[in-house]
Nanobody, 117 residues
Framework: QVQLVESGGGLVQAGGSLRLSCGAS????????MGWYRQAPGKERELVAI???????NYGDSVKGRFTISRDNAKNTVYLQMNSLKPEDTAVYVC???????????WGHGTQVTVSS
């Protein structure tokens, strides 16, 4: 089993920045994809950004140009640098990973990001 543990959430004013981290631990599995989704109250979960093992990336439209995803394969860790934050970025940010021979998906418990206006 793989456990994903997020850190770095918090409260920030609009225009500010935060950096999220997510480390994978547990059973040794090659994680092909790592990334972040978010869910705001009353809304569906949406893609923030994902990154493959060879660093191909994909971003949700609402964060393009403001957020940057990166990963450290040696540490099984993915990062999300969030700049120019807006109140509408307020959500629980959940770490995601996919890997192994069966492309199993893993989810973290989430970290709250709150952007005040």
């Amino acid at each position: 089993q793989v456990q994903l543990v997020e850190s770095g959430g918090g409260l920030v004013q609009a225009g500010g920045s935060l950096r999220l981290s997510c480390g994978a631990s547990g059973r040794s599995v090659s994680l092909n994809v790592m990334g972040w989704y978010r869910q705001a109250p009353g809304k569906e979960r949406e893609l923030v950004a994902i990154i493959t093992r060879d660093t191909n990336t994909n971003y949700g439209d609402s964060v393009k140009g403001r957020f940057t995803i990166s990963r450290d394969n040696a540490k099984n860790t993915v990062y999300l640098q969030m700049n120019s934050l807006k109140p509408e970025d307020t959500a629980v940010y959940v770490c995601y990973a996919q890997g192994g021979w069966n492309y199993r998906e893993y989810w973290g418990h989430g970290t709250q990001v709150t952007v005040s206006s």
